[in-house]
C-alpha cells in the first residue's frame, strides 16, 4: 500500500561536501532503512521511490540519502573511498531517531552499504542491483563486498542485469530476481510483467525481509 507522507530534508554537513537526507517517516516506525544512489543517477531511481512511497505503511522509515557530489550538481561520481567517507558522516543522524537501521542502496550504494555495514553497526544490508562485476568483465568480482558484510544481506538482482545476473552470484546470496529487469529494474515491453508488476515485486519481497530483522 502506497502511504502518503510528508517528506522531510535535512542536510548533513561531511568532510567531503554537503549530503542530503530525504525523510520517507512512517507513522509508528519499528526500523529505518537507509538507501544511498547509484554513480548513474540519484534518490529519484524507481526502485528508490517505490520503497520509499510503501513501506512506511508497514513501519519502516525510509531515507534516501544523497551524495554530496549529487548535491552539489556534479555528474560524475567520486572515488569509493570518498562515497564511503560521506555515507559515515551521515550515518549518525540516521541512528538518530534511536532505531535499528538497515543500510542499503542501489549499485554502488549497495556497495558502499556493504563496505561499512559492519564497522557501523547497521542490523543488515539491502543490496539492489548490486554491480557484481563491470559488464563483460565477469572475472573482475566485487563478491568480497558482499561475502564480507558481516550482517545479514538480501541482494535483489534484474534477470538481464549486465553488471551480474542472479545466477552468477556466489552460493550463500541468493538473489531475489526481478524477471526482465535490468540494471536500473526496467523491464522491455516484450515482457510478461509490467514495470509497475515489477517495482510490486521488490517492494514485496524487501518488506518481507524486513519484518524477519
Not at 25 to 33: F, M
Not at 87 to 114: D, Q
Not at 177 to 200: C, S
Amino acid at each position: 500500500m502506497t502511504t502518503k507522507i510528508a517528506v522531510t530534508v535535512q542536510d548533513v554537513e561531511t568532510p567531503v561536501g554537503e549530503a542530503r537526507i530525504h525523510w520517507h517517516p512512517a507513522p509508528a516506525a519499528r526500523l529505518v532503512l537507509a538507501l544511498g544512489h547509484g554513480a548513474g543517477g540519484g534518490v529519484e531511481a524507481r526502485d528508490l521511490q517505490a520503497l520509499a512511497s510503501t513501506l512506511p505503511g508497514e513501519g519502516v522509515t525510509v531515507a534516501l540519502v544523497e551524495q554530496p557530489w549529487r548535491v552539489a550538481g556534479k555528474r560524475v561520481a567520486p572515488a569509493p573511498r570518498t562515497l564511503d567517507a560521506a555515507w559515515r558522516a551521515v550515518w549518525p543522524a540516521l541512528t538518530a531517531p534511536g532505531l535499528p537501521v538497515v543500510a542499503g542502496g542501489r549499485s554502488a550504494g549497495a556497495r558502499v552499504a556493504c563496505r561499512t555495514a559492519g564497522e557501523l553497526g547497521a542490523a543488515a544490508v539491502l543490496a539492489l542491483s548490486f554491480p557484481l562485476h563491470p559488464p563483460g568483465r565477469p572475472e573482475s568480482s566485487r563478491a568480497e563486498e558482499l561475502t564480507g558484510a558481516g550482517v545479514p544481506v538480501l541482494v535483489v538482482q534484474g534477470a538481464r542485469d549486465p553488471f551480474g545476473r542472479p545466477e552468477e552470484f556466489p552460493a550463500g546470496t541468493e538473489p531475489v530476481e526481478v524477471p526482465w529487469g535490468d540494471h536500473g529494474f526496467a523491464v522491455p515491453k516484450k515482457a510478461d510483467i509490467t514495470q509497475e508488476e515489477a517495482l510490486a515485486a521488490i517492494v514485496r519481497a524487501v518488506g518481507l525481509w524486513l519484518r524477519a530483522i
